[in-house]
Each structure stands twice: as C-alpha cells, then as structure tokens.
C-alpha cells in the first residue's frame, strides 16, 4: 500500500515540476501495465520478477499520479478562457455561473464563478468575479447566471520578495484570473438549481435564521465558522487571538467537529435494531449525513479529509473488521488526490493529516509515560498528549508557512476541549432548529454565553504575548531535517538501542550543519531591494543580515506591522539595524542611485546608473534623460499610473530601460 501511495505521491509532483505530453503517459501507462501483467506470473517462482513486479507497482502508481494531474489541469484545454483571450487591456462580455461566495475585500464583494462563454463563444473555467461595492448592488444567489461585462487579470507573481504567492494558491484550484467589474455592468440570468447550489443556499436559509435569533453578531460568526465552516465574517481580532492561542484549527472544520457530528448522529440513531437491515440503514445514513454535511460546509481539504476516514471507520464497523487506521489514512489520501490532486499543495490539507498520523503514532507512546488511575485526570491528561503529538507533528511546517509559533497551546486545549463538546452539541440543535426558523431565545442565549466565554478565555491566553514566538526565519531544508530529527527521535523512543540514538544524533548534527550553512549564506550576501508599495516608498540596503531601510516617516514609524518588510526581513534571516529617511543620493556595489521625489529637486552633473522617480513628481521625461544620461530608471508604486506611461513612452522611444515596479516587480542590485 505505501509503495502504491509514495509512487503516486511522486507522480503529483512530477507532474508539477515537468511538463509532460499525455500521450506519452497513457503509452507509458500500457506498457506499464503489460509489464505488471508478465511480471505477476513470475514473481512466485524467481526473486527478480517478485522485484520487477514491485517496481512495476510502484511505476505504474507514478503515472497514474501524473495522469490525474495532467487531467485535472483545466488550462490545457483550447476552450479554456485563458487560451482565449488575446487583449486582457479591453473589457470582455462572460456569462458565469455562481458557485461559491468568498469573503469580502474593502473595496468588492466576491465570487468563485464558472464561465460558460466569452464574447459570445464557448468557454469555461474558474475566475473570481469581484463586484465593487456601491449602493445598487444586487444580493445574489449561489446558482445564479450573470451575464458581465468587466476586465479580466491574470494571476501575478507575488510583486515583493517572500511574500505569500497568492496568485499559485488560486492557481492550486484552477482559478487563473480575476474579473472585475461593477453592478451596473450585470445581467442576472436565470436561477440553476443543483446540489451545490442547493446546499449553498439552505446554508445561507440557516445562516439568515441564526442572524435573526438573539445571538450577538462577534459570537453568531464563531457558531457559523464551528458549525458550518463559514469564516468569512470573522473579525481580525478574533482570529488573531485564536492564532495566538494556538486554537485556530477549532475554527475550521475538521475531525474534532466530524467525530462529534458522528456521535449526534449515532446517538440519534440508536432506535434503529442492529440486525442486517438496520446495520447497512445505519450505516447508509451516517455516510449520506456526514457528506451532506461536508458539503454544506463548503468542502474544505481538512472536512474532506475527515468525512473520508470517518466514513472508512463506519463501513468497517459495519463489516465487523479490524480498520488498519495507518491503511485508513493512506487510502482516504489516496482517494482525495484522486479527485482533487492539487490539495497535496493545500496548507489545510497538510497540517491535517500531519497532525493526525502524529496522534495516531506518537499519542500513544505519550500516553504510556504515565497511566493515571483516576477518570477525569486521565481524560485532561490524554488531552495533553494528543495536543503535544499534533503539535509536534504540525510545528515545523506551521513555522514554515506561518514563522509563528503559540507556546501555550497545551493550556488553550486544557481550558476550551471540555467547554467544545458542549458548545458543538447545543450549536448542532440550534443549526438544526435554524433549518426551519429562528432559534428560540432559551437555546440562543446559552449558545451565545458559551461562546464568548469560549472566546474571553482564548483572549486571555493569547494576552500572555511573550510566549507567542513571532517572526521565526525557517528554510525548506530545514523544515526536512526537523522532520527527519522527530522522526528519528521516537523510533528511538519506541526501540532504544545504540544504533538508533546514533543515527538521532546525527540527525540533530544535520539540522545544526543546516543552520550554520544558513547563517553563513546569509552573510556573505549584499543587495539593495526597491520595493513595490502603493502610495509609499522602501528601499532596503542588506550587508549580510544586517538591513538598513529607507522610507517614509509613516513606515518607519510602524516597521513591526508593515508586511512587506517583516517577510523580507523573516525570509532572509536578517535584521532591520537602522531606520533613515529616503534620500536623494545612495551608493550601492559601485552603482550610483538619483532618487528624485515629488518636489522635483535634483543635483545636475550627477550621471547615475539607476535613476528611481518616486511620488508623482511632475517633470519632463525628455529634459531628465538629456541633463541626468541615466543608464537605467525605476519607477515605484507610489507613482501616479498616466504618468508612469508618458514616462514609459519617452523611454522607449529613447531606449532606456524601464523598469515598472507594479507590473516588473520589486528592483534588486
């Protein structure tokens, strides 16, 4: 089974890292197959077909992960509205399907949308459609058609350095572009009803009741995200506390909420005889509950993940078999990337099925370090175990994507686990009460006083800000030898031996080698970075891990929350040393650097090599280049965009390169 599950694994990744023809795979995948076939006949005879067939299992598992990725890559197809459209610059008439609602922007109210034509061809695909917010704007439904006419974006590298490349997550679900548009530019067609649709609007019918019940909003928001998986609303200081406290995982749907929905389900079932009829009854129900459920929960990787195992443990409750969970987990994996392969790049997906293979092998042997006798220290202390397993499990990629890592996590899982069962089963009443109308006021109040008492303690923990380790710098080789040093440390625990502990400690070694070659790199390195900022300018000069910053008075004033600086700083193991306002004239790598700003001032007889315009300043182009001869000039995002072109186009005409941080990038020396 691992064999099968790694090689598939491979072949997603393969898939994603060479661009490959299907008709070589599907070649590959024939012959692949006639070679399993001849080699099974031999394996019980001879030693090497019984390795031929092995390998031959493992081959055909490659192909099989690459053919269901380049299956479902949606842009390879020539409808596909990407491969359409020639002019992004011009509006373009769609005709989209509603699917989804996201969470709103300042500015726009947004969509995952499927496109069925553009300008009047056929065509699909994902887009998001943003729709600026105005005072007409119409309430839509999931399901609806609209006809749009807006522009449409590409998906953009990220335009600073070690920033979140929020154009791949989007491309990770098939989404590669972005509409905009506005309400009066909309058309609302007919309504299309099916599961999706449905589900999505009786989620909003339920969600419509709740607001109308006496359930005060900040607290209506958490019930939403707990029970339906909506975070949408959910305010910055809420989620930031739970992130702080090490809770956030209790906002999103997963195995904790599933287990507990079984337990309802299975409680509410128990009328139904255990005979043959009523087992398969049972167990027809539990399945369809648990998926409608995933469902109406807006499939998230990590409820997909959990719906699936939990739906392998019902059927082999039913069959009366021991479940292998290792198996479980492996083939619920396998499953799920079979019809979504690009959740292996999931963040969700990962964490989730990290932190469970950890409880599921390091639980127990936390556990066995001490077997209370009494119930309830028994019961608060397997919490502890299963908090430190998941956690260990999940800490090195946490810290990875998020440089961040909450110390009291074992406390929050102490205070609020307890109080979670409860809230999950007076929630789930009020959820289903909500399905027909408003929640009464003696289920509404207790729900509400529950969570805010939920959410007073996750503030509480998360005030204790000096055990909430920010800003950590974590490389990818490192997060593969911290992996490697856990892994290694409890096969030690669980068999100690001299070779073992041998092999751990050379482990830790690796991962200090690791460090130490970082450390050095990051020395050895000089650069000068012109970032893109819109309506501000940073420019950073690093020698080795010290960085100097120049910019406005307002960015030097809040360094600590600008996020363009913090992930520059955190993903090259420096430190901001100093702080300095901009100034005219900088000397870098032997290269001379003009700043001219909005007031326009400038030293003549200086010949830079970059010449950096910021602030809109008004001069002329063709007065500049002949009094400066500059040999290159950048242009940042706090430039005015009509002038940026008039700039651009005496450039090109005098070919002088031009450098354009809102669409290049950020500037490096």
Not at 169 to 182: G, H, S
Not at 192 to 203: D, K, Q, V, Y
Not at 637 to 659: D, M, Q, V
Request: proline share 3%; aromatic share 12%; glycine share 4%.
């Amino acid at each position: 089974m691992s064999r099968i599950f790694i090689g598939f694994l491979f072949g997603i990744l393969l898939c994603r890292i060479v661009s490959l023809n299907t008709d070589f795979v599907f070649a590959s995948l024939t012959l692949g197959i006639v070679g399993l076939f001849i080699s099974s006949l031999y394996s019980q005879k001879k030693p090497f077909y019984k390795i031929l067939f092995g390998s031959f299992v493992f081959l055909l598992s490659l192909l099989v992960g690459i053919l269901t990725t380049l299956i479902h890559k949606e842009n390879s197809s020539p409808y596909h509205y990407t491969n359409q459209i020639a002019d992004y610059e011009k509006a373009h008439k769609l005709d989209l399907l509603l699917v989804d609602k996201l969470k709103s922007t300042q500015k726009n109210n947004r969509y995952v949308s499927l496109v069925k034509e553009l300008d009047g061809n056929r065509s699909y695909g994902k887009v998001i459609l943003n729709i600026a917010k105005e005072d007409d704007a119409k309430n839509l439904k999931i399901g609806s058609h609209l006809t749009v006419i807006g522009l449409v974006f590409k998906n953009k590298n990220p335009l600073n350095p070690n920033l979140f490349d929020y154009g791949n997550y989007l491309e990770n679900q098939e989404i590669y572009a972005q509409v905009y548009t506005k309400p009066n530019q909309i058309k609302i067609g007919n309504y299309e009803s099916g599961l999706w649709a449905g589900f999505s609007n009786f989620r909003e019918t339920i969600i419509s009741n709740l607001e109308h019940s006496a359930i005060a909003k900040e607290e209506l928001n958490v019930l939403n995200a707990l029970i339906l998986g909506q975070q949408q609303d959910i305010s910055p200081e809420v989620l930031k506390d739970y992130q702080y406290a090490g809770a956030v995982h209790v906002l999103s749907v997963s195995g904790l909420h599933v287990g507990f929905i079984l337990l309802f389900i299975n409680f509410l079932l128990k009328p139904i005889s255990n005979s043959r009829k009523g087992s398969l009854l049972k167990l027809l129900i539990i399945v369809l509950s648990l998926w409608s459920f995933a469902i109406l929960a807006g499939l998230s990787p990590s409820i997909v993940r959990s719906v699936t195992m939990f739906s392998f443990l019902a059927i082999g409750i039913h069959l009366r078999r021991t479940v292998n969970i290792y198996h479980t987990l492996l083939v619920s994996m396998l499953l799920i990337l079979l019809f979504k392969p690009s959740f292996l790049f999931d963040v969700g997906f990962q964490l989730s099925y990290l932190a469970l293979f950890f409880i599921l092998w390091l639980q127990p042997i936390l556990s066995s370090i001490w077997e209370p006798k009494n119930k309830i220290i028994n019961y608060f202390w397997d919490i502890i175990t299963v908090s430190f397993a998941a956690q260990i499990g999940a800490m090195p990629l946490s810290i990875y994507y998020f440089h961040q890592f909450p110390g009291l996590f074992f406390v929050t899982n102490l205070l609020i686990l307890p109080l979670l069962g409860l809230i999950m089963a007076v929630g789930v009443l009020a959820v289903l009460i909500a399905t027909f109308h408003t929640v009464p006021e003696f289920i509404a109040k207790p729900i509400e006083f529950l969570i805010a008492f939920l959410n007073s303690i996750i503030h509480w923990v998360a005030s204790f800000d000096a055990f909430v380790f920010k800003n950590i710098s974590f490389s990818t080789a490192m997060l593969w030898s911290s992996y490697l040093v856990i892994i290694l440390i409890i096969l030690w625990i669980k068999r100690p031996n001299f070779k073992r502990l041998t092999v751990a400690i050379a482990s830790i070694l690796l991962l200090q080698i690791i460090f130490i070659i970082q450390k050095k790199e990051t020395y050895n390195n000089e650069e000068l970075i012109i970032f893109n900022c819109k309506k501000n300018t940073i420019i950073t000069e690093r020698i080795g891990n010290a960085v100097t910053i120049y910019s406005n008075d307002s960015i030097r004033e809040n360094l600590s929350s600008n996020w363009i600086i913090q992930s520059y700083l955190v993903g090259n193991f420096c430190e901001a040393k100093a702080k300095k306002p901009l100034q005219n004239l900088l000397y870098f790598k032997q290269q001379k650097m003009l700043i001219i700003d909005s007031s326009c001032v400038y030293t003549k007889g200086i010949y830079p090599d970059v010449l950096v315009i910021i602030q809109s300043p008004k001069l002329n182009m063709q007065r500049l280049l002949k009094t400066c001869k500059p040999k290159e000039i950048v242009v940042d995002g706090s430039n005015f965009k009509s002038y940026i072109r008039l700039w651009e186009a005496t450039c090109r005409k005098e070919k002088i390169p031009f450098h354009i941080t809102n669409e290049k990038g950020f500037y490096k020396i």
